[in-house]
Structures are given as C-alpha cells and as structure tokens.
C-alpha cells in the first residue's frame, strides 16, 4: 500500500481528511494514513452527543467533540492514540473489508502482539480492547479506519464517556464499552508512540521507497474547506443528534425542581417543571419561553438572563435553574 501524511492533530480537521481521502483522493491502489488527534471524543454518524458523552467534563477539561462519518460507537483520542485510516476499492465489500483490517492485525502480530478481530468491531489482545474500527462505503470506494491505543490515559477515557445517569431514553446508536488495554505493555521495544508509527508505516507500505503520496496544495485547501463547512461546525457534531429524553432533580429553599424535558438536533423540544417549588406564576409560562433554544450551557444561559425566573421559582437565580437543565 501507498501512505499519506497528515501531522495535524486537530480532530475536526482529520474528520474532513479522511471523507477527503474516502471521496476525492483519486487512486487505483489502497492508501492508508497513519494520524494522532489531540485530545477529543469521537461519535460515530448515528449517535446522540447528549447521551452518549460527559459533555461537562469535556469542556470543562477543553476535549473537542467530533462526529466521524462512519457509524459504531464513542471512542476517546489523545496524543497517545495512533488512528489508522485505509481507503480503496470496495468492487467486493465482503472480500476488502476483512482484507483491509488484515493488513493491520497482521502488522501487530509481526510485531509481537498477539492480535485478533472480535466482536462487532474490534482487535482485542489477550482479551482486551485495543482497537476499535468502522467502515464506510461511497459509490466504489471503502474506507476502514480505526484506533490503536498506545498509551492513553485510561481515567480521561473512561470519565469522557461517562453516561449520565440523569438520561431518561434516547434513540440512536449507543456505545459498547469493553475492557481496555494500551499497546505500550506489549510492546517495549517501542518506548514512544512516535517509534510505533514509524514501525508500522514501514510495514504496511512494504518497504516501498517511493509509498509515500505527497497531497497537493489544492487538497490541503479542500480539506479545510470541508472541516470549516462540515466537521467544526455545530450543526454537525451537535445538530445531528437524534431525539434524547431527559429527567433531572434539584433541591432548592423554594422546594424540589424537577425539569423533564426533550433535545433533539441539538434544541430543546420540549419541557414541563414539576416538583413541590413554590413561586407566584404557573411555571409552564416560563418553560414555553424556552422551547426552541439550542441545548447549550451558553445559549440557555443567555435566553433565561431575560427572563424573571425568581417569579417562577421563590428566590431561586437563573444559574441555578441552569444547573437543573443542564
């Protein structure tokens, strides 16, 4: 196979690399391309960001939220994490498919680990998760691109995707968690994630001198036209998302706050208040007012600063009643 390069480790951007590749890269033979994200939870096409990520923790902590073009579940990426990515013909899915994650089973076992495909949509060693992939197809073309953790940091994943338990339904895809391991342990010779990659893009090139495709100045721009209209934007990572149900709970001096409410491509479509709160105006009224807005820490924030939620809810603030949706 030939190799692209792709140093960037922005995860919108490396989003609209590979539907580049997938798309628009115009080769005869499999490519593949080798690339890190700093760090970032990624969601496949079909998922609810709502429901299937800690979106708290994740700005809190300045994680970029992405969604790939490809379904399967949430995955966690850092610098410690080495993605592939192989695109090629797909005149014969159930023959290339396979075929295609041979090349990398293959690569780690000649390394000395000890590989297999399992599952849906995993590589496992000894049992453990090390690796998880999706597939997508576009007119002749098969894309298969996945994860291999080195050395991520475990806590990080597993906090990052965290479910809330304040989740009530939701439609979409959801996650599958699995026992994890970093490829680090069962590999010493390689004590960086640099000399890994090095490794293994010698290995799956073959050794060709002359493997590498170098990417025109055009294709770089394509590329980022594409993370800036598609991939950055709000309305694919969060509007995308599928109807989610929620119910949260809150005790407050003018009595318990409950919110159930509805999200849905990423706005609040519905919300009703119950609870034993006191105030002086049917809280209904207030609700109805906020109908329509983008489920956002800002956005909410900003449409009940113009409204006088201590009317609604005795002495409680707007910040507070914000803690309650979200």
């Known amino acids: 196979m030939r190799y692209l390069r792709n140093p960037c480790t922005n995860a919108h951007y490396n989003m609209a690399f590979d539907q580049f590749c997938l798309e628009e890269l115009k080769l005869d033979e499999p490519v593949f391309c080798l690339w890190r994200n700093a760090p970032a939870v990624i969601i496949g096409l079909n998922q609810n960001a709502y429901s299937e990520v800690n979106l708290p923790y994740l700005e809190e902590h300045g994680i970029l939220l992405a969604r790939r073009v490809t ?28 075929g295609y994650l041979t090349y990398v089973i293959d690569a780690l076992r000649s390394l000395g680990v000890p590989a297999e495909l399992s599952g ?103 590329i980022g036209e594409i993370c800036r209209t598609r991939f950055a934007t709000w309305e694919w990572n969060m509007g995308r998302s599928p109807l989610a149900t929620f119910e949260r709970e809150r005790r407050f001096a003018c009595g318990t706050v409950e919110a159930h409410f509805s999200v849905e491509k990423g706005l609040l479509t519905s919300l009703a208040f119950g609870g034993d709160f006191l105030g002086n105006r ?10 329509g807005c983008r489920y ?18 005795d002495h409680l603030t707007a910040s507070e009643l914000l803690n309650v949706l979200i």
């Open 296 to 313: 956002e820490r800002e956005a909410l924030a900003a449409r009940l600063a113009l409204l006088p939620v201590a009317d609604y809810f």
């Open 120 to 222: 849906r949509n995993d590589i496992l060693v000894e049992g453990r998760k090390v690796s998880g992939y999706a597939k997508r197809v576009w007119k002749d073309r098969l894309m298969v691109h996945g994860t291999l953790m080195y050395d991520v940091d475990i806590s990080v994943l597993s906090a990052a995707l965290a479910v809330s338990d304040d989740k009530l339904d939701a439609h979409g895809i959801a996650s599958v968690h699995s026992r994890v391991a970093n490829l680090k342990d069962y590999l010493p010779q390689f004590p960086t994630i640099t000399a890994l990659q090095e490794a293994l893009e010698e290995l799956l090139s073959l050794s060709h001198h002359d493997a590498e495709v170098p990417l025109s100045p055009a294709g770089h721009e394509r």
């Open 282 to 291: 049917p809280a209904d009224e207030l609700a109805a007012r906020l109908i």
């Open 71 to 98: 379904g399967g579940g949430a995955v966690y990426h850092d610098l410690q994490n080495l993605n592939y990515t192989i695109v090629g013909r797909s005149a014969d899915l159930e023959r290339d498919y396979p």
